[in-house]
């Protein structure tokens, strides 16, 4: 079984920063791709960023672009989400996800809420 754990969110005043992680374990692709969607109330979940292959490209939205930053940590199973220069539009419950390659399977988190408030 896969499991993803978000953790790291919270209250943090604008022009803040959070780092949210992605706890994964279970049976774990070499090369999954990995990306972080967020959430706000009454509206669709939206990708934020995203990680995959061998070399760890990113991507990210526009609206989060300079602002936030993904990364992995192989060795731990672990995923981040380093946002900075929070704004108030950025609350929203942040989800993990895992995608296997070839399969297509998925698997997601339960989400971390980030509030930016002041």
């Known amino acids: 079984q896969v499991q993803l754990v978000e953790s790291g969110g919270g209250l943090v005043q604008p022009g803040g920063s959070l780092r949210l992680t992605c706890a994964v374990s279970?049976?774990?692709?070499?090369?999954?791709?990995y990306e972080w969607y967020r959430q706000a109330p009454g509206k669709e979940r939206d990708l934020v960023a995203s990680i995959s292959g061998a070399a760890g490209s990113t991507n990210y939205a526009d609206s989060v672009k300079g602002r936030f930053t993904m990364s992995r940590d192989k060795a731990k199973n672990m995923v981040y989400l380093q946002m900075k220069s929070l704004k108030a539009e950025d609350t929203a419950v942040y989800f993990c996800?895992?995608?296997?390659?070839?399969?297509?399977?998925?698997?997601w988190g339960q989400g971390t809420q980030v509030t930016v408030s002041s």
């Open positions: 996800k895992l995608t296997f390659p070839f399969t297509g399977d998925f698997y």
């Open positions: 279970g049976f774990t692709p070499v090369f999954g791709a």
